[in-house]
């Protein structure tokens, strides 16, 4: 029965739709985490009655068809851009981006990443690093006798040094930006991959054309809805539901035709 192959893929794709939500709820309080969306498309029709076919010899045509769907697919889970709150942590190495734009980390296998995630720190030799210890690219090392440092909003970094009344420069933000942002891969540690889909790295300044600004000592929330996300997590339990009880139908009628025959 068509019915009852049709309603197991919806709860097939219910099942990872609540898997998603589940992931972004748990990633609520995550720095620069981007939110997933599922998104569907229908199954292979068979068309019994093709639209537009030939009804007689006089040329008539067919109105509308009759074709039966096979169900649902999930095609993509994709990642939402959008700018996340930023909010103050009073920490000098703590950066967020006030638009587009994404930072970059050497990863230790030489491989370029990039990041929403500001939460930066120093090493033992003073470079900036992740919190997995990861470098900045550009690198940017702040001196041991450094007093304070300041980030300005074009990336500019200045330290205060001993002895010196004008903060010296030592060293500069730059921002990566994506024709389709959309298409980096997810690889954890709030980094992502450039890959065929996304498009090559546009490397530029903060503040430049097409690139966003700089926020010391803030770091940029989530883009998790916690509101929207708990209706998306009722609508799709109660979707599964509803194919559940297409399957439980569809059992019962199978079960009543069985019947008939061993009468």
């Known amino acids: ?9 919806g709860m097939a794709a219910q099942e990872l739709n609540v898997q998603v939500i589940s992931n972004n709820i748990a990633n609520l ?16 029709y068979q068309n019994l009655r093709r639209s537009g076919s030939s009804t007689s010899d006089q040329g008539t045509i067919l109105p509308a068809g009759l ?11 994709a990642r939402q851009m959008s700018q996340g709150t ?37 090493d033992a030799q003073g470079r ?25 909003a074009t990336g500019s970094v200045q330290a205060t040094l001993p002895n010196q009344t004008e903060p010296a420069v ?19 540690d709030n980094l992502f991959l450039e890959t065929a889909a996304s498009g090559p790295a546009l490397i530029g300044q903060p503040g430049a054309e097409g690139f966003g600004n700089l926020q010391q000592s803030y770091l940029e929330e989530a883009n998790v809805n916690a509101v929207t996300e708990i209706s998306s997590l009722i609508a799709a339990q109660r979707a599964y539901e509803m194919n559940s009880k297409v399957v439980t139908a569809a059992d019962q009628m199978l079960s009543t035709t069985s019947q008939m025959f061993r009468s």
């Open 1 to 9: 029965m068509r019915a009852l192959y049709a309603a197991a893929t």
């Open 29 to 44: 309080r995550t720095n620069g985490y981007k939110r997933q969306q599922v998104h569907f498309q229908d199954l292979l």
């Open 67 to 77: 074709a039966l769907g096979s169900g649902v697919k999930t095609t993509s889970t």
């Open 86 to 122: 930023l909010t103050s942590t009073q920490k000098d190495y703590d950066v967020a981006i006030r638009g587009e734009g994404l930072f970059r980390v050497t990863m230790p296998d030489g491989r370029t990443a990039y990041s929403r995630d500001g939460s930066f720190d120093l």
């Open 128 to 152: 900036m690093v992740t919190r997995d210890g990861y470098l900045l690219d550009p690198g940017i090392t702040v001196p041991q006798n450094a007093t304070s440092v300041s980030i300005s």
């Open 170 to 188: 030592i060293g500069t933000f730059q921002l990566a930006r994506f024709v389709n942002k959309v298409g980096l891969e997810s690889i954890g």
